[in-house]
C-alpha cells in the first residue's frame, strides 16, 4: 500500500549529492582536519583556555624582565612594588570590565579617581574639619565615585548618548571640577590613620593587596554567581533580546556605570593613603591602561563576554610591563607608543579568535 511504503528518496543529483561545502566537510571530518581545527578554536575561545594563553604571556614576559633587567627585576621589593602599583588600577579595572561586558565603555575613570582623592583630602584639610575620622574620608571618596557613575549611567541610558560622549563629557568635568576644589594644589593628607591603614600590612601583605584581593573576590562572585551578571552578559550581548526577555536594560545600564562609579572611589582613596596627597592630577591616563587591562584579559569591546580572571591577568601583565620599561630606563612617550601598539594587537586577536570561533560553531 502506498501509505505504508516509506518514501522513495527524491531521484536527481541535486537530491542524493550532499552541497559542496557539505561535501568538504565531510571529507574534512575523514580526514581529522576539521576536529583538530575546531577543537583547537573551541580550546583556545574557552574561558580556560584564553587565561592559560594569558599566564603563559606573563611568564614570557618575566624571563624577559629577568634578562634584560637582571637582579633589579627579581628582587622581591621589586615584585611587592608591582603588585602595590597594580592593586590600584586592578580595582578600577575590575570596575571597567563591567562596563565593557555590558556593551558600553568609560573614559572618565582616571577623572574620576581625582575627583574622589581632592574631595577626600579637602574635607580633611578644612579648619573646621581637623578631626575628620579617616573612615569619612572614604565614605566621601566612595559617595563621589557613585556620584559620578549615576550621572554617567543616567546619560548614556535614559539620555541616549553614546557612551564614548557622556564619559568624555565626565573626563573633562570631573579634572575641572578636582582643579577648582583644589585651587590646583596638592593637598597633604595630615590624617594618619588614612595614611597608616592603608599603607599598612596584614598577615605579612600589603592592604593595597588585600583590598584589590576583595575588590576582585566580589568582583567575580557578581559576575558568576548572581543574576546580575548573567544580566550583564546579556545586556552586552544583545541589548534587544535582554530587553524582549524582561529585562530592564536602562536601569541595569545605570548599575553597571555605578559599579564602576564605586571602583573609581574606591581606587581614589587607595591612592591618597600611598601619595599622602590629593591631587586633581591623580589618576592621568588610568582609563588607558584600565581599558588596555580588560581587553588584554579577553574582555570583547563589543560586550557580552569577559571574565574577571582574565582581567586580573591583563592588570600584572600591562604592570609588569610598565616596571620593565622602567627599569630599562624607556621614557614614559615610548611606554605610551608600546601600550598603544598592545592594545591594538589584542584587539585584533580578539577579532580573529571570535571569527574563528563563530565560523566553527
Known amino acids: 500500500m502506498s501509505d505504508q511504503t516509506p518514501a522513495s528518496p527524491p531521484t536527481g543529483a541535486t537530491a542524493t549529492t550532499p552541497p559542496a561545502d557539505e ?63 597594580a592593586s590600584i588600577i586592578g580595582v578600577v579595572s575590575i570596575g571597567m570590565t563591567f562596563v565593557i561586558i555590558g556593551g558600553g565603555i568609560d573614559l572618565s575613570v582616571g577623572a574620576i579617581v581625582a575627583l574622589s582623592s581632592v574631595w577626600a583630602t579637602t574635607l580633611a584639610t578644612q579648619t573646621m574639619a581637623e578631626d575628620t575620622h579617616w573612615l569619612l574620608m572614604v565614605f566621601v571618596a566612595c559617595a563621589v565615585g557613585v556620584g559620578c557613575g549615576l550621572v554617567n549611567g543616567v ?48 598577615l605579612g601583605i600589603s592592604v593595597l593587596i588585600w583590598i584589590f584581593a576583595v575588590v576582585s573576590a566580589i568582583g567575580w562572585v557578581l559576575l558568576n554567581r548572581t543574576t546580575f551578571g548573567r544580566r550583564t552578559i546579556a545586556v552586552g550581548g544583545n541589548a534587544t533580546a535582554a530587553r524582549l526577555a524582561g529585562i530592564a536594560v536602562k536601569r541595569h545600564t545605570v548599575l553597571l556605570y555605578v559599579v564602576l562609579g564605586l571602583a573609581c572611589g574606591i581606587a581614589g582613596i587607595m591612592l591618597t593613603a600611598r601619595t599622602g ?47 620593565v620599561f622602567t627599569l630599562n630606563n624607556l621614557d614614559s612617550s615610548t611606554q605610551a607608543v608600546a601600550k598603544g601598539a598592545i592594545i591594538v594587537i589584542a584587539v585584533l586577536l580578539q577579532q580573529r579568535v571570535s571569527v574563528r570561533s563563530a565560523d566553527s560553531s
Request: charge should be neutral.
Open 155 to 202: 546619560l548614556v541610558a535614559y539620555g541616549r548618548m553614546a557612551p564614548f560622549i557622556a564619559t568624555l563629557a565626565m573626563f573633562a568635568a570631573a579634572r575641572g571640577l578636582a582643579e577648582i576644589i583644589s585651587e590646583k594644589r596638592t593637598q597633604l593628607v595630615d590624617v594618619r590613620g588614612l595614611v597608616d591603614t592603608i599603607n599598612g600590612e596584614f
Open 277 to 323: 596627597t590629593g591631587s586633581a592630577t591623580h589618576g592621568q591616563l588610568y582609563e588607558l591602561d584600565a581599558i588596555a587591562a580588560v581587553v588584554i584579559g579577553g574582555t570583547l569591546l563589543t560586550g557580552g563576554r569577559g571574565t574577571i580572571v582574565g582581567t586580573i591577568i591583563g592588570v600584572l601583565i600591562f604592570t609588569t610591563l610598565t616596571n
Open 23 to 85: 561535501h568538504r566537510r565531510i571529507e574534512a571530518a575523514a580526514a581529522g582536519e576539521g576536529e583538530t581545527q575546531s577543537g583547537f578554536v573551541r580550546f583556545m575561545s574557552s574561558p580556560f583556555g584564553r587565561n592559560l594563553g594569558l599566564v603563559v604571556a606573563l611568564l614570557v614576559l618575566c624571563v624577559v624582565g629577568a634578562i634584560t633587567a637582571g637582579d633589579r627585576f627579581v628582587d622581591a621589593d621589586n615584585m611587592v612594588t608591582i603588585l602595590r602599583f
